[in-house]
């Protein structure tokens, strides 16, 4: 076991078995956040001009369209400031919203005010209540780092699907190099092997997948790479993003309301991020989300620190939550705790598509050189 030692520059530690630290006690996240900020962070005068041609392209691409872009909306910070943006560049956005059953009050609250504020069309995907929650006990029950998987990739895949159906070329995303550039790969899972959530249900669950769509590995990245029929727009990478300044700004213009910390907008993903990943895992995500602040100037690294002194979770809301949760998925009180003191296991345990998503993926890499932009 190594020797517990923390970041000089951020808080990332050695909670994160796979962590390297140079001379200095700086850590390979930073520095693998220095690069990724080098390539996709423009200066300011190149931002705009950028982003002044893609708006443009949009725009002319869809002419005569109903709709020039498609866009996720959570109700989140990200996606709330990504429909502001929308609204401010006269786009023309079908904004897509995936209840998967775990919508917070203030989600719900947040995507109401931003469509009836902004007057987009929001088109909501209610997932298979029943099958998904089969779903996602099974995860429960293998005993996998990262449950989210199910979620994750409903969302992209219900984006992608109208998107094409609708013959959408754009999608505005909430993704940005800023502040979320940093993440340990061990702390998460391919959100597109199919192949491994397939086989988790059939191991564990009692209803075959019928009514869930997945997308695969490989038709994510024969989009993304080879057809590009949907093109992602990271359009936070071209503005000076900063998230305390985004909250300000949605609380004034569209009565957005905070619901306490990065992906709380989820009743699910708060248990599991402030509960689970902690208590069973020995993972604090806060670490992550707070040193890509840090990195981006947003906070400083004292700040960071007495943030990570307080519970991941408000104490008023844990036993709340966890009543819930477990009522919700059907989980007594001595069947969770079971599972919880279960060993972690790999998603490699399983069958997957680990070997196939290498080659597809080196394939990728040697293409894309050659592909038009």
Known sequence: MKK????????????????????????????????????????????????????????????GKKYNCIMGLSGGVDSSYVACLAYKYKLKPLAIHIDNGWNSEESEENIKNIINALGFDLCTYKVNWEEFKDLQRSYFKASVIDIEVLTDNVIVNYIYKHALEKDIKYQLTGCNAATESILPKSWSYAKFDVRNIKAIQKKFGTKQIKNTSFISTYQYLWNKIITKKVKEINILDYIDYNKSKAKDILKKKLSWKDYGAKHFESVFTRFYQAYILPKKFGIDKRKAHLSNLICSGQITRKEAIEELKKDPYPPQLIEKDKEYVLNKLGFSKDEFEKIMNEKPKSHLDYPNEKTIMKYIITIGKVIKPFLKC
Not at 56 to 63: L, P, R, V
Request: proline residues 2%; hydrophobic residues 25%.
């Open 4 to 63: 517990y030692q923390i970041c000089t520059r951020c808080v990332m530690d050695t909670t994160d078995p796979d962590i390297e630290f140079d001379e200095n006690g700086v850590c390979n996240h930073c520095r693998k956040y220095d690069e990724i900020v080098k390539e996709k962070i423009l200066t300011i005068s190149e931002r705009k001009n950028e982003l002044e041609k893609i708006i443009n392209k949009i725009k002319e691409e869809g002419k």
